[in-house]
């Protein structure tokens, strides 16, 4: 098997149409809580694959979830990461592909799930869609703090990743995701307050 990306807590593995998560073992935490972390977020994230589908947001389809060996089975989606597109796209298709990405989240939202990760990495462009790809982060919250930490960790991807291109990619962003949650406004302000009270922190250290 091809190995097609290794993150902090997992490897992420391609068998021609098949892609494999495994959550290796980590040495630094005691035993037994570390088989449990990793149990437990291999089945939340195969739970949270299949809630965001059911929600109308196009992602992997779980084949198999195997919490004894930390191994979680998907349908490989073939697309390009938005992280890599983005510099290569005119305005007219940014404001498109960001907008769907933001209906995408205003769906996952109103049935609270929390991505978790919601950066320009995670979303793929495949066929023309736009999917959203590892959830192992993520939880079902229906709290207004966690939406609003989701949003955050998205404008902070753009403003350090895509900052030639902020303005038009937040604008459709966040138009798209009003259009499908109707808790949006509550959310985007729970956005502002954690990132002002974080630069309170910052600024007294």
Do not use: W
């Not at 004894?68 to 498109?96: A, N, Q, W």
């Not at 462009?125 to 919250?141: P, T």
Request: aromatic letters at 6%; charged letters at 30%.
């Amino acid at each position: 098997m091809e190995v097609i990306a290794r993150g902090a807590e997992a490897v992420v593995y391609a068998d021609g149409d098949v892609v494999v998560k495994h959550r290796p073992p980590k040495r630094y935490r005691a035993p037994e809580l570390d088989e449990h972390l990793r149990a437990t977020r291999t089945r939340r994230e195969a739970r949270l694959l299949a809630l965001a589908k059911r929600a109308g947001v196009p992602a992997p389809v779980v084949l198999d979830v195997d919490p004894e060996e930390k191994k979680l089975c998907m349908s490989r989606v073939r697309g390009e990461k938005l992280s890599r597109l983005v510099g290569g796209m005119e305005v007219p298709e940014l404001r498109e592909v960001f907008a769907t990405a933001g209906v995408l989240a205003g769906r996952l939202h109103a049935k609270g799930i929390i991505h978790g990760d919601l950066t320009t990495a995670n979303m793929l462009l495949s066929g023309g869609r736009v999917y959203f790809i590892d959830f192992g982060l993520g939880e079902v919250s229906t709290s207004h703090e966690a939406m609003g930490t989701d949003l955050l960790v998205f404008r902070k991807c753009v403003r350090s990743t895509h900052f030639q291109q902020e303005e038009v990619i937040l604008d459709a962003f966040f138009s798209g995701y009003r259009s499908t949650f109707a808790g949006a406004e509550r959310a985007i302000e729970k956005m502002h307050t954690i990132e002002r009270r974080g630069r309170y922190f910052e600024d007294r250290g």
